[in-house]
């Protein structure tokens, strides 16, 4: 076995020895080779490479490349990983067991978890848009496997036949790049990206392709702008309803396409987006009953219920259903149908519409297609702040990237303002009533500067109400 790890400066060599040791007692014949930005020593049985690929710190992933293919006859496994992700044998030797039942352009793959300071375990790759496919669950000899959308787990394994395989397609010895994935994680995704193998997670014995992130970067760091570690006892709910999808005869796709092609995903609708505060302040005291239309893992909904409101959620698909329903929300099944059969004949005070209009084709014929569920109540719904300032911070700040939505065919999503919004819910028959804007926290200081003035152009989500009969006096 061949293992290559990617080790920058000093700051990870405590995690870096921990790597080490755990192969060095695997009953392989185990060579260890460390690419790094630096010299070092790090033991007689350790190969460093020192230096970059290129002028550009983050290429250093890169460097391992070039070594799998000149060392390509000599093993029959090679193993690619970051500093602090600690691959075990029992990952190891659930990797060659499965792979034994996969297709030659199936790469069985790991997610990582991390270990917050009360001892709760979470997953840092689940996280934004990112989601189980419930479409892949497929079953292979004794094993069940499903596919994962975050392609980036810090660390990749590959046969000789896979690697051979991959670097044929011509997308494995290739200069370092940024694609859907920032430069610095790319390598460890281009085998999925670039050379044609579907990365699929053998759900089934879950446990035994969870690797961790022994730095728990992220329950210490968390990204701004959502959740980036789910915990535990959110995502063996959404296991455990992948492994039952093929007896349960629930929806085996999204409600709507939920993911854009502008760099980075970005604007794509996220699983775990935080409460929707600014629209829950919309929807009127008044309201009983709510219709949450793209219920993702249920935080907005939750709220609502807190606040007295019988809620029922229309869930994006039947994994993210089941974080939903752990929460006690009822959750409705969609199959493509909007809205689906089973609410042919209930009505509600309110429609919740979250990050979801960008994303539909005819975001128009969306609304109308729920609004006879609410005949004399209200709308509210949250969009994407797509302003002309955002969109130039964007070009500015990615200037050789294409980073902003030119139109839906081309990137999956419509450029969404307040003006767009309320034209939207016009044509529907709608009377928009009011808006609320979210400001970032990055951009509070220049909101406060401009006396709130820019607010509309700074802020990152806007939220209208709309009435639905027009007629209502209380409109």
Aim: proline letters at 6%; charged letters at 20%; hydrophobic letters at 40%.
């Amino acid at each position: 076995m061949l293992v290559a790890i990617a080790n920058y400066g000093t700051k990870n060599d405590g995690h870096l020895f921990r790597v080490l040791d755990e192969f060095r007692r695997m009953p392989h014949q185990v060579d260890l080779v460390v690419t790094s930005n630096i010299a070092k020593n790090l033991g007689a049985d350790v190969e460093v490479v020192p230096g970059l690929p290129t002028e550009d710190p983050w290429s250093l992933p890169f460097a391992h490349k070039r070594i799998f293919a000149d060392r390509l006859e000599a093993y029959d496994l090679f193993v690619y990983t970051e500093d602090d992700v600690l691959i075990t044998q029992r990952n190891v030797d659930a990797f060659l067991r499965v792979t034994e039942a996969l297709g030659e352009s199936e790469l069985a793959g790991f997610l990582r978890s991390e270990t917050d300071p009360s001892g709760k375990v979470c997953f840092p790759d689940v996280h934004f848009h990112f989601h189980w496919d419930a479409g892949s669950v497929v079953r292979q000899a004794e094993h069940i496997f499903a596919h994962f959308t975050n392609l980036h787990s810090g660390c990749y394994a590959m046969t000789k036949p896979q690697l051979r395989k991959a670097i044929a397609s011509g997308g494995f010895l290739v200069p370092p790049h940024e694609s859907a994935y920032d430069q610095i994680v790319t390598a460890a995704t281009d085998p999925y990206t670039q050379c044609g193998f579907r990365k699929l997670i053998c759900i089934s014995q879950i446990d035994e392709f969870i690797v961790a992130h022994l730095s728990n970067r992220y329950v210490k760091e968390p990204l701004r702008g959502g959740n980036f570690s789910l915990s535990a006892d959110d995502f063996y709910p959404q296991v455990r309803a992948l492994l039952a999808l093929s007896t349960n005869g629930k929806p085996k796709s999204t409600l709507f396409p939920i993911e854009t092609n502008v760099l980075h995903r970005r604007w794509s609708k996220s699983y775990y987006e935080p409460c929707q505060e600014e629209a829950i302040a919309l929807i009127p005291k008044t309201t009983k009953t709510v219709l949450s239309i793209g219920c993702g893992w249920g935080v907005t909904e939750k709220r609502l219920q807190e606040r007295g409101m019988k809620v029922k959620a229309l869930a994006i698909d039947p994994a993210i259903a089941a974080s939903a329903a752990s929460r006690g929300i009822e959750v409705v099944y969609g199959d493509g149908q909007m809205p689906p059969s089973q609410l042919a004949h209930q009505r509600f005070d309110c429609l919740l519409f979250s990050n979801v209009l960008h994303l539909v084709p005819d975001p128009v014929k969306f609304l109308l297609s729920f609004v006879p569920l609410c005949p004399d109540g209200w709308v509210v719904t949250s969009v994407p702040n797509v302003s002309r300032l955002r969109r130039l911070i964007r070009r500015v700040r990615f200037r050789n990237h294409h980073v902003n939505p030119e139109n839906y065919a081309a990137h999956g999503m419509h450029i969404t303002t307040r003006q767009v919004v309320w034209r939207w819910l016009r044509q529907a028959g709608l009377t928009p009533v009011k808006t609320a804007y979210e400001v970032p926290h990055n951009q509070s200081s220049a909101h406060r500067r401009s006396l709130g003035l820019a607010k509309a152009m700074l802020a990152e989500t806007c939220a209208v109400l709309a009435c639905v009969n027009a007629g209502k006096p209380r409109c």
